[in-house]
């Protein structure tokens, strides 16, 4: 079980490897792409220096002006994930092929054994194609989803690829609060 295990984070590794050099040759190296991501680093550091400078007394001119500033902040970001979408899509592909084989391989063949029971929604993912009751018992496709979302992640840090902390904090996420406009 713990040659699976270690197998399964070598394959991790790989494909986040893989997705980063197919994404550098169809998007990071591209012109269109450096000047984006510049120009979403420019806007960013700009508008956190507006806003730090501003504070809470705001006119409405300055309210206008940081609108405009985060809308094409905004605009430039959708510009950025759609310059990034022809990768998405061949590393998509290309791992839809790569997960039938894997699958092939480690079906049925419980690779590591969970610290917990995972939640009832999970449990699906977590004990997929494997024989018995124990939901401790880990199946190839949940171990490997853990380890690639957590690996390439690290992996685009180490090379450079991740966005600014700037940029990000700006760019927000589907889990942080909307701001509100008063």
């Known amino acids: 079980m713990i040659e699976d295990t270690l197998l399964i984070v070598v394959i991790s590794v790989c494909t986040a490897l893989l997705a980063e050099g197919i994404t ?13 991501k510049s120009e979403v680093e420019k806007q960013s550091k700009k508008l956190e220096r507006t ?12 309210k206008k002006k940081l609108e405009r500033q985060e809308e094409k ?15 998405m899509f061949a590393i998509g ?5 790569l997960m039938g084989m894997f699958n092939s391989i ?11 029971v995972p939640i009832s929604w ?26 690639t979302m957590s690996i390439r992640q690290n992996i685009q840090k180490l090379l450079g690829f991740a966005p600014s902390r700037s940029a990000n904090k700006q ?11 008063k």
């Not at 550098?24 to 984006?36: A, F, G, I, M, P």
């Not at 806003?51 to 300055?62: C, H, L, S």
């Not at 690779?111 to 917990?116: C, S």
């Open 24 to 36: 550098y040759l169809l998007v990071y190296r591209t012109e269109k792409y450096q000047k984006l």
């Open 51 to 62: 806003k730090e400078n501003v504070g809470e007394a705001i006119d409405k001119t300055q």
């Open 73 to 87: 902040l905004k605009n430039n970001n959708r510009d950025l994930s759609m310059v990034k979408m022809k990768s």
């Open 93 to 97: 592909f290309a791992f839809t092929a």
């Open 106 to 116: 480690f079906d049925g063949r419980v690779v590591a054994k969970l610290p917990f």
């Open 122 to 147: 999970l449990q699906g993912l977590s004990h997929r194609n494997l024989l018995g009751e124990d939901y401790t018992d880990c199946s190839f496709i949940f171990l490997y989803i853990l380890c």
């Open 171 to 181: 760019a927000g996420s589907m889990w942080a609060p909307p701001t509100q406009s």
